[in-house]
Every structure is written in structure tokens, then in C-alpha cells.
């Protein structure tokens, strides 16, 4: 039977079912497909004539349906024997991107499997067209490259060019969004006026507390969304990464706690109104850095994961509930503590 040597290109290439966001936006058409039971002899010879571009990477095999059954690696092609059939010597039921699936699962498929060519099937299996694997590593870059913009309100259409005006109303629904979360915060400090102001050392190290945990539950929150990125959250149960960024929290908390707490001892004998107080305040700082900072690592595993359960972007909206929460907790335990403790 004389090879049948065609593109593939079956309901419009793929085209017109297109959603947006998915493969199809980067898929090419398929350079050339056989029918199962085609002859290494008549597939070579059939390639040889058909000009295939020097990129051809998989000889695609098909089935009367035009539904995909196998591929054959192009080396392997020319080094087969030539009364093989291309059956024989090809890789049944290779993986296969959906014309559907979205770019963000493409891209993690690629980075788990690192083919240079992907095939890209319909519902049926039917073969449109394929993807190159360096396209998908690149849009993955794209996304990547956009994740800490998307967490300070910085969309990721926005490059150093975008009009004034435009970047102005992508960003600034953010930061009155930002601004509100802030008077949260705000209000907290404020219940505790009376406690800052008969020991004013504590102002001081208000936003030393709120760096560190701030920071902590960052460092947690990366972790945690590079996982979700790369499915690595799925291996595991949820409680283990939980447990080990709580661990990690405490564990930093009371090492720049320490630290903290003898910059208060230090600094606390130095204002008139707290010279007495040095060693309970140094304790407030301590057990103030060390809880919220495991709150911080705890929130930045809670929040992402909680957020893509309600069907929200992690990557998107994690820093600002993060932010919130580190403030509110950290500031709220240090004022706290100082006023059951000190006062």
C-alpha cells in the first residue's frame, strides 16, 4: 500500500474550536502522517518526496479515522529495516496535548516530560497539529516571569511600554484595594494606642516585626505557589507542607527573635519610660517575632491553597491576604503581650 503522506489537517486545523488561553494558539500543522502498516521503505521514500521541513522531529502514524496510534522518531525511521512496517518500530499511544487544555497545564506537561514535539489530538483522538516543545518552555517563562508583577497588582499584559494612562488603571484598583487591607491593619494598632504610648520603644520595632513575618510567610508563599505551578503540592498531603513551613517559621522566628530581643534589651534602657522594663519587653519581642512568623509560614501555604479551591489565582491574590494577615497577627500578638505582660 503506497504511503499516504499528508498534513493533517481535519476540521479546519483545529482552528475554529479554538479557546482561548489553550494550545491552539501555539500549535503548527502536522508535517507529515502515515497510515499503520506503511513500509520503513515507503515511509523514507514518501518523506524524501514530500520535502518535509529539516525540523521534523516524529513521523506521525494514523488510522483510517485519522486518529492518532503511534509515532516513530526519525532516526529510529532510518535505521529500521525497510520491510518493516512503521507499526513495528513506533511508540503506541504517545502523549498527546488536548486542543482544549489550557496553556498553563501545557507548559507543566512540558516541564515534566521535556519532549522537543508535541501532538495535539481532539475529543476522538483525531491528529490537528502539534506544538514544539520550546514554545511551550517559553510561554512558561512568560507566566513566570509575570507571577511577582500579578502579586503587587502589576498585570502581566503590562511591559515597559504600555501607555501611562493604561498601566495607571491596571494598577491603581490594586492599591485601594491595598489601602484597605492597610486600615485593617491600622485599626489594630490603634486598640492599642494606650500601650504604645506609655512605652513608646514599641513603635520602634512595629515594622521590624512586620518585615520578618512578612518576609517568612513570602518565603512560604513562593514554596507554595511554585509547587501548584509544578503539581509537586498534589505528591503529598497538604498537612506535610503545612507542618514544614510552620516548622520553618518557628524555627527563623526564634532565631531573629533572639536577635530582636536583644536589640529591645539594648534599646529599651535608653527611653525614660521603659529603662525598667528591658527584660520583659526583650520577652515580648521574642515571643511576639517567633508566633508570628509561624503564622506568616503557616498563612503562606493556607492562603494559596485556599484561594485555588474557590477557583481564585493564587498568584495573583495570595500577597495582599498574606500582607493583611502578618500584619494583623504580628502587631495585634506583639501589643498584645506587651500589654498583659508589661503593664
Known amino acids: 500500500m503506497p504511503p499516504d503522506m499528508r498534513p493533517i489537517k481535519p476540521h479546519g486545523d483545529g482552528k475554529d474550536i479554538a479557546v482561548r488561553g489553550s494550545v491552539v494558539e501555539l500549535m503548527d500543522p502536522i ?3 502515515v497510515p499503520v502498516g506503511t513500509t520503513v521503505a515507503a515511509a523514507v521514500e514518501a518523506v524524501r518526496r514530500a520535502q518535509v521541513p529539516t525540523e521534523l522531529t516524529y513521523l506521525y502514524i494514523t488510522d483510517e479515522g485519522d486518529r492518532l496510534v503511534g509515532l516513530v522518531v526519525l532516526r529510529d525511521l532510518m ?3 525497510a520491510g518493516a512496517t512503521v507499526d513495528q518500530i513506533m511508540l503506541p499511544s504517545p502523549f498527546a496535548l488536548h486542543v482544549d487544555m489550557p496553556l498553563s497545564e501545557a507548559c507543566k506537561a512540558a516541564v515534566r516530560r521535556h519532549y522537543p514535539v508535541y501532538p495535539v489530538v481532539d475529543a476522538e483522538n483525531r491528529l490537528l497539529g502539534q506544538v514544539r516543545g520550546w514554545q511551550l518552555f517559553e510561554q512558561q517563562i512568560i507566566e513566570i516571569s509575570a507571577q511577582p508583577g500579578q502579586m503587587v497588582g502589576v498585570q502581566k499584559e503590562e511591559r515597559s511600554f504600555t501607555p501611562l494612562f493604561s498601566a495607571f488603571l491596571k494598577r491603581h484598583p490594586w492599591l485601594q484595594l491595598n489601602l484597605l ?3 485593617i491593619a491600622a485599626f489594630v494598632v490603634g486598640s492599642f494606642t494606650g500601650t504604645i504610648e506609655k512605652i513608646v520603644a514599641l513603635a520602634a520595632f512595629l515594622p521590624v516585626l512586620a518585615g520578618q513575618s512578612g518576609n517568612t510567610g513570602c518565603q512560604a508563599l513562593a514554596i507554595t505557589l ?6 509537586d503540592v498534589d505528591k503529598r498531603p497538604k498537612l506535610h507542607l503545612v507542618l514544614r513551613e510552620g516548622a520553618l517559621g518557628i524555627a ?3 532565631l531573629v527573635g533572639l536577635v530582636a530581643a536583644a536589640a529591645m534589651w539594648f534599646y529599651a534602657p535608653r527611653q525614660p519610660e521603659s529603662a525598667s522594663q528591658a527584660p520583659m519587653l526583650a520577652l515580648v519581642i521574642l515571643l511576639a517575632m517567633s508566633g508570628s512568623c509561624l503564622m506568616s509560614g503557616i498563612s503562606g501555604v493556607l492562603i494559596p491553597l485556599g484561594l485555588r479551591r474557590v477557583g481564585a489565582d493564587p498568584a495573583v491574590a495570595s500577597a495582599i491576604f498574606l500582607t493583611t494577615v502578618t500584619d494583623i497577627v504580628g502587631m495585634g500578638l ?3 503581650l506587651a500589654t498583659m505582660l508589661v503593664l
Not at 511554585?226 to 503539581?231: H, I, T
Open 31 to 33: 508535517p507529515a502522517s
Open 79 to 81: 535505521l529500521s529495516e
Open 181 to 183: 487591607t492597610a486600615f
Open 226 to 231: 511554585r509547587g501548584l505551578a509544578l503539581r
Open 252 to 254: 527563623n522566628g526564634l
Open 334 to 336: 506583639m501589643l498584645g
